[in-house]
C-alpha cells in the first residue's frame, strides 16, 4: 500500500509539473499576443522581401507550404497576387481530386432530401405510400403511446398540484413537473434508432449528419490543397459575413447549395450579384425566418385565388399530405437543443390531445429578422442610418420570398411545379402597396421588384460602401484599420461598382497592406491555424471529423456559430489562456500523429536527426527556417530552447472519432468542454517514434510568431 501511495504521489509530482510548465507557455504566448493593438501604432522597418512574400502567403491564403516562399520569388510576388484574382485561370487538379469522393457535394437539394432524409419525415412518407414495414410500426405506435401516457401523467400532476400534497411531491425542487420518460424519446430509445439505421441501410439510404459532415471536410480539404488560396479564403470570408447556422432545421439540407452555388461563384463578383444570391438563397430564407414572411392583408387576397391563404400556407410548411409545422423554428427550444425537421412521428390526432388548439395554428404575419439583419451585418452597418421604420418597410419588400417545399416534400396542390427547396416569388403572399426606404419610393404593385429595389438600394448606399471597406481592411490588414485607409477601399468600391475583385486590388497595393505594422498583426482563427499548420509541414489530411473536432475545441467549428453576426475578426476574441492552451494541445497532438486521417512526416525535414541523442538545438534551428522562416524574436526562441528541457504535458484523445452532429457543431455541454480544456496527461515519449522532434514542432507551432499571421 505504501509503495502504491508512494508511486500515486510521484505521479502526481511529475504531472502537476508538465501542468505548470504548459500553463507557463501558455501565459507567456497569452502576453506577447495580446498587446497587438499596441504595437501596431509602432513605427517598424519596412519588410524585407521573404517577409513580404510570408505576408502575403499568410493574408491572401493560408501559409506557406514547402518551397512556396521560393517558387513566389521566382514567380514575383506582383505576378502573384494578379494571380490569385483570377482564381478561374488557376488550375487547381489536386483540389477537386482531393474533393472528388464527398459525393453529397454534387447533389441538388432535391437529391439530398431524398437520400439522405430526417428519420420521422421517413416514416411519415412510408406511413402516407402504406409501405411502412411492421417491426417499424410497431416501434412507432409504442413510442407514441408512451409519450401519450407520460404527457397525461404530467397533466394529471399538474392539475392536482394546488389540490394535494401528491402534486407537490411530483414537482421539481423550483416547481417545475418532471420531464417525459425519456424512453418516449427517439434519441434515447435505442431500439428505434436501430430500427431506422438497419432499414436505411437496407433502402440505400444515409443519415443526413453526412451532409454537414462532407462540407466541412470540403472547406477544409480546398483550404489545405487548392492553388486558389485566395478563392478559399473569400469563401472564408463571405461564409461569415452572410453567415449561416447549420444546425437549424433544414439548412442542414441547404447549405451544400448555399456554398457551391451562392458563395462560390459570387467571391470576386460585383458586390450588388453576391447580395441578390444570398437573398434569393433557400438557406438564408430557412434562416433568417424570410420563407415564412406574409403580408397581414395576404388572407384577404389569397382567399379568392385557390383556396386561400390557409391552404397554401400550409402546404408550404408541411409539404405533401404531411402536419403542418405549427411554430417557428427556436434555436432556444427544448432547453437549448435545436428543434429538427420532422422529429416526431405522433399522429394529427394524438397531437391534438397533447397541444392546447391555440398552439397548433402557425403564426402568420410579418417577419423582420432578414430586413434587420440585410441592413446591420450584410450591408449598412449598425450605424449606417437606418431606423426600425426602415426595418419594417424592407421586411414588407421581401413578403413572398420563399421556399418551395422547405421540409423536402413536394407541394400538393395541383399544378405547382417546382423542386423542394428552391427559392421562388410567391405574388399571393406578398404586400404589394407602397413603401418608402432610406428615402426612397417604392410604387405600389411592384411585385418580386420590391425586394429586388431594396438590394440594389443597399449595394450602392455609401454606408454598404464603408462597412464592406473596414471588414475588407479588417481581415487582411489589422484589426483596427487606419480610417484613410478605410476610406480610399470605400472610394475603390464605389467607382468599380461595387466590384469585390477590384475592390481587394486596390486594398493589396495600399500603404497599409505593404507596412511593417501589419506583418503578423492578426491572430489566426482555429481554422486557419489548423489549415496553416498542415500546409507549413507538407503535411496530408482527409478533412474528416477528427480533424474538425480540433478546429471545433479550438472555437471554431464550421457552420456551427449560432448568432447571424458570424465568427468574431479580432485578436481580442480568439487569445485567452484557455483557447491557446486548446492551441497547444493541437500542435502537440498533430506533430505526433495522433488526429486520425491527418498525418505529418516531420522526419523529411531533419536529414535522419530523428534520436533522442540529436543536438535539440540543431533541430530547433531546422524547424524554426520550416515553419517561421527563422523570422523569431529572441525571447520567444530563448522560451522555446528552455522548455525543450521541460516535461511536456499532452491532452488525453478520443479513441472514437467524433460523428455526433451536436458534437461537430460545438454543442456540448460547456462543463464538458472546460474539463477537455483543463484536461492533460503526461506523454508517453517512448509512444511517440520522434520525441523531440514532436516537443519542438508542437512548440514552434504554438509560438506567438506561429499564431500571427
Known amino acids: 500500500m505504501k509503495a502504491l501511495k508512494s508511486e500515486f504521489r510521484a505521479s502526481f509530482i511529475r504531472m502537476a509539473r508538465a501542468a505548470a510548465a504548459f500553463f507557463s507557455v501558455a501565459a507567456l504566448l497569452s502576453s506577447t499576443l495580446v498587446p497587438l493593438a499596441s504595437a501596431q501604432t509602432q513605427h517598424k522597418p519596412s519588410l524585407s522581401e521573404d517577409q513580404r512574400i510570408l505576408h502575403v502567403l499568410n493574408r491572401l491564403g493560408f501559409g506557406a507550404r514547402p518551397g512556396e516562399v521560393e517558387r513566389v520569388r521566382a514567380m514575383g510576388l506582383e505576378n502573384y497576387i494578379r494571380q490569385q484574382l483570377e482564381p478561374s485561370k488557376i488550375e487547381d487538379a489536386v483540389a477537386e481530386a482531393k474533393v472528388r469522393n464527398l459525393t453529397t457535394l454534387s447533389l441538388s437539394t432535391t437529391e439530398l432530401y431524398a437520400k439522405f432524409p430526417q428519420p420521422g419525415m421517413l416514416l411519415r412518407q412510408l406511413e402516407r405510400r402504406g409501405e411502412l414495414p411492421s417491426e417499424l410500426a410497431g416501434l412507432r405506435d409504442a413510442r407514441v403511446k408512451g409519450k401519450g401516457e407520460s404527457t397525461a401523467n404530467t397533466a394529471t400532476a399538474s392539475s392536482s398540484k394546488s389540490d394535494s400534497a401528491e402534486g407537490t411531491m411530483m414537482a421539481g425542487p423550483d416547481g417545475a413537473q418532471p420531464p417525459a420518460s425519456n424512453a418516449a424519446r427517439p434519441e434515447n430509445n435505442q431500439e428505434y434508432r436501430r430500427a431506422i439505421r438497419d432499414y436505411m441501410l437496407k433502402n440505400g439510404l444515409q443519415p443526413p449528419q453526412r451532409i454537414i459532415a462532407e462540407l466541412q471536410a470540403s472547406r477544409i480539404l480546398r483550404a489545405v490543397y487548392s492553388e486558389r488560396q485566395l478563392q478559399e479564403v473569400l469563401v472564408d470570408f463571405w461564409s461569415n459575413h452572410f453567415n449561416i447556422y447549420a444546425a437549424k432545421g433544414a439548412d442542414r439540407w441547404l447549405l451544400v447549395s448555399y ?92 397531437e391534438q390531445q397533447a397541444r392546447p388548439q391555440q398552439q397548433q395554428r402557425q403564426r402568420r404575419g410579418i417577419n423582420e429578422n432578414y430586413a434587420r439583419e440585410l441592413m446591420e ?66 410604387p405600389a404593385g411592384g411585385g418580386v421588384r420590391d425586394g429586388l429595389m431594396v438590394l440594389d438600394i443597399l449595394a450602392h448606399h455609401p454606408s454598404t460602401a464603408k462597412f464592406i471597406a473596414k471588414k475588407l481592411a479588417r481581415r487582411f490588414v489589422m484589426d483596427e484599420p487606419a480610417p484613410q485607409l478605410i476610406d480610399r477601399i470605400a472610394a ?89 492552451l486548446e492551441r497547444l494541445n493541437f500542435a502537440l497532438v498533430l506533430a505526433s500523429n495522433r488526429i486520425s486521417g491527418t498525418r505529418v512526416d516531420l522526419s523529411r525535414f531533419n536529414a535522419g536527426a530523428t534520436n533522442a541523442s540529436a543536438d535539440t538545438a540543431k533541430i530547433m534551428d531546422r524547424f524554426l527556417e520550416v515553419i517561421v522562416q527563422r523570422d523569431i524574436s529572441p525571447k520567444t526562441k530563448a522560451m522555446l530552447l528552455k522548455q525543450l528541457n521541460e516535461p511536456m504535458p499532452a491532452p488525453t ?36 517514434s520522434n520525441p523531440e522532434l514532436v516537443k519542438v514542432v508542437g512548440l514552434i507551432l504554438g509560438s506567438p510568431e506561429f499564431q500571427r499571421q
Not at 321 to 349: C, D, F, K, V, Y
Not at 401 to 425: C, D, S, V
Not at 503 to 516: K, V, Y
Not at 565 to 578: I, S
Open 259 to 350: 456554398d457551391r452555388d451562392t458563395i462560390r461563384p459570387h467571391t470576386m463578383s460585383k458586390f450588388s450579384e453576391l447580395l441578390r444570391a444570398t437573398a434569393e438563397s433557400p438557406a438564408m430564407l430557412f434562416y433568417l425566418d424570410n420563407f415564412q414572411s406574409v403580408s397581414p392583408n395576404a388572407s384577404r387576397a389569397g382567399a379568392r385565388q385557390q383556396g386561400g391563404l390557409r391552404d397554401l400556407f400550409g402546404q408550404l410548411m408541411r409539404g405533401e399530405g404531411g402536419r403542418a409545422r405549427r411554430r417557428a423554428l427556436n434555436p432556444n427550444a427544448r432547453g437549448g437543443q435545436q428543434q429538427q425537421p420532422g422529429m416526431t412521428t405522433t399522429t394529427e390526432s394524438a
Open 377 to 442: 451585418l450584410h450591408t449598412l452597418g449598425v450605424d449606417g442610418g437606418y431606423t426600425q421604420k426602415d426595418v419594417q418597410e424592407v421586411a414588407r419588400c421581401f413578403t413572398g420570398w420563399t421556399i418551395f417545399a422547405p421540409r423536402g416534400l413536394r407541394n400538393m396542390e395541383r399544378g405547382a411545379r417546382g423542386e423542394p427547396g428552391q427559392f421562388y416569388f410567391n405574388p399571393r403572399l406578398h404586400d404589394d402597396g407602397e413603401k418608402t426606404v432610406l428615402g426612397h419610393r417604392i
Open 492 to 580: 475603390a468600391f464605389t467607382k468599380s461598382d461595387g466590384s469585390i475583385r477590384e475592390t481587394l486590388r486596390a486594398l493589396f497595393a495600399s500603404p497599409e497592406f505593404n507596412s511593417a505594422e501589419a506583418y503578423r498583426a492578426k491572430i489566426k482563427t482555429p481554422f486557419e491555424l489548423a489549415v496553416s499548420s498542415i500546409r507549413t509541414l507538407g503535411g496530408e489530411t482527409n478533412g474528416g471529423p477528427a480533424i474538425h473536432q480540433w478546429i471545433s475545441r479550438m472555437g471554431e467549428p464550421l457552420y456551427g456559430y449560432q448568432a447571424p453576426t458570424g465568427y468574431p475578426d479580432k485578436a481580442e476574441n480568439w487569445v485567452n489562456t484557455g483557447a491557446l
Open 653 to 688: 484523445v478520443s479513441n472514437s472519432e467524433m460523428n455526433d452532429e451536436a458534437e461537430a457543431m460545438g454543442q456540448q455541454p460547456l462543463r464538458v468542454r472546460r474539463r477537455e480544456r483543463q484536461e492533460l496527461a503526461r506523454v508517453d515519449l517512448a509512444s511517440v
